[in-house]
């Protein structure tokens, strides 16, 4: 079973606030293991065209001109950041203090991917 985009979010946004909860060690590797499965899967997700049925959950009446809050300025190279922490993160050679820091940057880029993807893209068309 293949998961699509925003399945594949729900389950980042989920992974990662328990690993930013979790102190065991172990649990972050397997959770760790988890985001690196669900970015790899996301990276072929955002290479498709969007189906209908999500293009719907971003489109809506008015669309608000905003700028994006993040330093990448496409969802894929913030995927790949999030991607590299992770195997960063498996590879378990920084200190305990590093890898607390580099949890946290995980978490908030995380975050902004998902915020990112899930801003609506399209403006409702008016048909006469």
């Known amino acids: 079973m293949t998961l699509d985009l925003f399945e594949l979010l729900d389950a980042c946004e989920t992974l990662s606030d328990e690993l930013i909860e979790s102190n065991n060690q ?3 590797q397997a959770l760790h293991r988890r ?3 669900c970015l790899e899967a996301m990276e072929a997700e955002l290479e498709k065209p969007l189906p209908p049925y999500l293009m719907q959950h971003l489109t809506v009446e008015k669309l608000v001109d905003t700028q994006p809050q ?7 190279l913030l995927r790949q950041y999030c991607y590299a922490l992770t195997q960063v993160l498996i590879s378990q050679k920084q200190a305990a203090e590093i890898n607390r820091t580099l949890n946290a940057l995980l978490f908030e880029l995380l975050n902004m991917l998902i915020e990112d993807l899930l801003l609506p893209r399209f403006e409702k068309s008016i048909k006469d």
């Open 26 to 28: 172990t649990h972050q």
């Open 35 to 37: 985001l690196a499965n």
């Open 70 to 76: 993040h330093l990448a300025g496409d969802s894929e």
